[in-house]
């Protein structure tokens, strides 16, 4: 695996309380922890970066910013992802490819959780691994490369 790889872990609303919120459905972890964790893990991946926003234009910014010379983003809209056609928007716009994480499995949850404006402008989704989802995604970014 090439150590040139730049990856971008986007979270998004209530995520920042990981570890604290719905632990049954969330887990008892902070999210914060986790990424030390995953740099540890990957550290052939040369700039493995973490951005929290509970803000919709704070994330497609960060999108924007980083959606033509990062090799992948691995993002967890939240509930913007079933709401935001902007960060579709954004995430069509940009050449970086992304995958759509979700910590839980969203297809056994509220009906309105099932439809995702994001997926189809996702290379894959990973849906239901818990935290491990996100250690999925960034392998298969890696292995695109």
Known sequence: MSTKNKILILNGPNLNLLGKREPT???????????????????????????????????????????????????????YTHTSIAIADALAAVTTPTIEVHISNVHKREAFRHKSYLSANCVGVMAGFGLYGYQMAIDFLLQQQ
């Open 25 to 79: 459905i969330y887990g008892s972890q902070d999210f914060e922890s986790y990424f030390e964790e995953i740099k540890q893990k990957y550290e052939e991946v040369a700039e493995l970066y973490y951005f929290q926003s509970n803000i919709e234009g704070e994330m497609i910014d960060k999108i924007h910013e980083i959606g033509f010379d990062f090799d992948g983003i691995v993002l967890n809209a939240g509930a």
